[in-house]
């Protein structure tokens, strides 16, 4: 009997961000997912829950934390990786309170990233 691969999805407004983060993921041999908005994700859920969700920090219509903050309220426990390109004072604190199993700076290290994946999903069996 095979184990099915554990599902990622990627919640990031930049696509070539989405496209490049979703390539990587799937390298690593995890089904993926994108999406552009978080209420795209959301939506999704009722289909399938991710193993784990890799959000950007800084996003037009719903921001990482925000969407992290709305699953914690909703009882949803997916482990979370925040990743932002602008690391603020606090906002790790913040993220890490509200769920996130990592917070990682971009450009991040396809090692950490990985590191970071395998963590979430173990956290999530």
Same mark, same amino acid.
């Given at each position: ?41 959301? #939506?999704?859920?009722? @289909?399938?829950?991710? @193993?784990?969700?890799?959000? #950007? ?29 602008? #690391?603020?004072?606090?906002?790790? #604190?913040?993220?890490?309170? =509200? ?9 991040? =290290? ?5 590191? =970071?994946?395998?963590?979430?999903? @173990?956290?999530?069996?």
């Amino acid at each position: 009997m095979t184990e099915s691969k554990p599902y990622v999805a990627i919640v990031d407004d930049d696509a070539s961000v989405r496209k490049a983060l979703g390539r990587l993921v799937s390298v690593f041999s995890y089904r993926v997912q994108t999406f552009g908005l978080a209420r795209e994700f959301l #939506d999704s859920l009722k @289909a399938e829950v991710p @193993a784990c969700l890799i959000v #950007d920090l800084q996003m037009e219509e719903t921001t990482g934390l925000e969407l992290q903050q709305h699953l914690q309220t909703t009882g949803s426990r997916i482990p979370t990786i925040v990743l932002t390109a602008h #690391d603020e004072p606090g906002m790790q #604190d913040r993220c890490t309170d =509200a769920g996130a199993v990592a917070f990682l700076v971009k450009p991040v =290290a396809k090692d950490l990233l990985l590191e =970071a994946i395998e963590t979430a999903t @173990a956290t999530g069996r």
